[in-house]
C-alpha cells in the first residue's frame, strides 16, 4: 500500500508522526511506549497509592460515623424538647429527615461530577491518552465542575411540536427515584437513612418508575429515533429486571430477610477465622448470582454492551435526542447514579457491606470498606464500557431469555443445600 502513496504524502505523514503535540508533549504512541520508564508515570502511580493509604489512614482515625451519627440524633431529639417542647416530635423528626435527603442528594451529585471524571480518565489510559489535565490545575480535576457550569446556562431547546409538560416531567420522573433508593442503603455500621425490613423490594419498585421516564421522554420529544429509544429502554429494562430480581433470591433466603442492613450484617465473621462470609464465595451458588447480578445491572444502566437505548449510531442518542442543557443532565446524572446504587447494592448483597476482607483490618471503618468496595464495582463498569463492543438489540433480547433467566431459575435449586446447613 506504500507504493500508492506519493512522495510528498509519506514525508509529511512521517514529519507529523514524530512532531510533538504541544511544547514538551509527545503522541500518545510514544509517550505510552513504556509506560513505567517514564518518571511522570511512576509519580503518578506513587500518588495514587499514597491517597489510598491516606484515605485508609484518614478512616482509621475518624472511626466509624454512624454510631456518632445515632448519638447525635438522640442528642437533637433531646435538645427539642428541652429547648422547644412545643414542637411537635413528628415535626422534629421531619427536619431530621430533610437533613438526610440533602446529604443523599449532595452524594448524588458529587458522586455525578467524581464519576465523569473518572471515566474520562480511565477511558483515556485504556486509550493510551492522557484525558482532562489542565482544566483545574492536578490532573484536570475541576474539568467535570466546568461541564456542569457551561450545561447551567445552556439554552433549553427542544422540539416546537413537542408534549411541553410531559417533556419537562420525563427528567424529573427519572432523576427522583433514583434519589429515594438510596434510603435503605447501609454505607457502613448504622449508617443508613432508614432500615427498612423491605429495603429490597423497595430498592427494585422505585427503579421500575425510571423506566415510565424514559418512555415519556421519547413519547413527548415528537422524534421517532427518540420514540424508538424510550421503546427499546421499556423492553430492556422489564427484560434483564427478571433475572436481577430471581438472581437476589438467593441472597435473601440465606440471609433470612428482606432488609438491606440485615443481609450485610449476616456476612459479618470468617470461616476458619480469616476467610469472608461474603455470598459470592458461597460455592456454585455464590458466584454465579454474582454474575447474573453484575450482567442484569450493567444493562439496567443502559452502559456499554447494553446500551441499546443510546445507541449514537442508530439512534443520535436514543430517548434524550431532544433534550439539553440541564434537562440532558439530570438523564445523565441519573445513569451515573444508578451505576453507583447497583455497585452499592452488589457491595451489600454479595462483598459483605462494610466488613472488613481480613480480620486484622477492622481498624479501618466499615464505611471506608463500603465506599472501596463499591467504587472497584465501579471501575469495572468504565473497564466494561471501553472493553466490549455493543451487541445488537436481538442477540440482547435473546442473551436474557435464552441464557440469563434460565439460570438464575437453576441458581436458586443450587441455593437450596444451603438452607439445611
Known amino acids: 500500500m506504500a507504493e500508492n502513496v ?17 511544547a514538551g508533549r509527545l503522541w500518545p504512541t510514544e509517550q505510552w511506549a513504556n509506560p513505567w520508564s517514564l518518571r511522570s508515570y511512576r509519580r503518578g502511580a506513587m500518588v495514587l497509592a499514597a491517597i489510598v493509604v491516606l484515605g485508609f489512614g484518614l478512616g482509621a482515625l475518624i472511626r466509624e460515623i454512624g454510631p456518632a451519627l445515632t448519638g447525635l440524633h438522640h442528642f437533637y431529639l433531646q435538645l427539642v424538647q428541652d429547648k422547644a417542647p ?23 451529585m458529587l458522586n455525578g461530577l467524581f464519576l465523569v471524571w473518572w471515566e474520562r480518565k480511565i477511558s483515556a489510559h ?17 474539568q467535570t465542575i466546568a461541564d456542569a457550569i457551561k450545561l447551567f446556562l445552556k439554552e433549553d431547546a427542544a422540539p416546537g411540536i413537542r408534549d411541553a409538560w410531559l417533556h419537562t416531567l420525563a427528567p424529573a420522573l427519572v432523576f427522583i427515584p433514583v434519589l429515594i433508593c438510596f434510603a435503605p442503603v447501609p454505607f457502613g455500621r448504622e449508617l443508613e437513612a ?35 429509544g424510550g421503546l427499546r429502554s421499556a423492553a430492556q429494562f422489564v427484560s434483564y429486571e427478571l433475572p436481577r430480581a430471581f438472581s437476589v433470591v438467593p441472597v435473601i433466603a440465606l440471609a433470612g430477610s428482606l432488609s438491606l442492613t440485615k443481609i450485610a450484617a449476616v456476612q459479618e465473621g470468617y470461616w476458619l477465622g480469616f476467610f469472608p462470609k461474603w ?10 448470582s454474582f454474575v447474573i447480578f453484575l450482567i442484569a445491572s450493567v444493562s439496567e444502566t443502559n ?62 471503618p466499615s464505611w471506608i470498606w463500603f465506599f472501596g468496595k463499591t467504587l472497584f464495582l465501579v471501575f469495572c463498569f468504565m473497564w466494561f464500557r471501553w472493553t466490549f463492543p455493543r451487541l445488537r438489540i436481538d442477540r440482547l433480547m435473546d442473551f436474557n431469555w435464552k441464557f440469563l433467566l434460565p439460570w438464575s431459575f437453576v441458581n436458586i435449586l443450587f441455593a437450596v443445600p444451603y438452607l439445611f446447613l
Open 279 to 288: 455470598f459470592v464465595f458461597y460455592p456454585i451458588a455464590g458466584p454465579i
Open 303 to 364: 452502559r456499554v454492551p447494553f446500551d441499546i437505548a443510546e445507541a449514537e449510531s442508530e439512534l443520535v442518542a436514543g430517548f434524550h435526542t431532544e433534550y439539553s442543557g440541564m434537562k440532558w443532565a439530570f438523564f445523565f446524572l441519573t445513569e451515573y447514579a444508578y451505576v453507583f446504587l447497583s455497585c452499592a447494592i452488589m457491595t451489600t448483597f454479595f462483598l459483605g457491606g462494610g466488613g472488613a476482607p481480613l480480620p486484622w483490618l477492622g481498624l479501618v
Open 86 to 108: 412545643q414542637v411537635p416530635v413528628w415535626a422534629a423528626q421531619a427536619l431530621w429527615s430533610l437533613a438526610k435527603a440533602v446529604v443523599i442528594l449532595g452524594i448524588v
Open 126 to 142: 485504556i486509550q493510551s491518552r492522557l484525558g482532562p489535565m489542565f482544566v483545574g490545575g492536578w490532573h484536570g480535576w475541576l
Open 194 to 228: 432508614v432500615n427498612l425490613d423491605i429495603g429490597v423490594l423497595y430498592i427494585f419498585a422505585f427503579t421500575g418508575v425510571s423506566v415510565l421516564g424514559v418512555i415519556l421522554a421519547g413519547w413527548a420529544s415528537a422524534n421517532k429515533y427518540s420514540l424508538l
Open 6 to 22: 506519493s512522495p510528498v504524502t509519506l514525508e509529511l505523514y512521517q514529519k507529523h508522526s514524530k512532531a510533538k503535540v504541544a
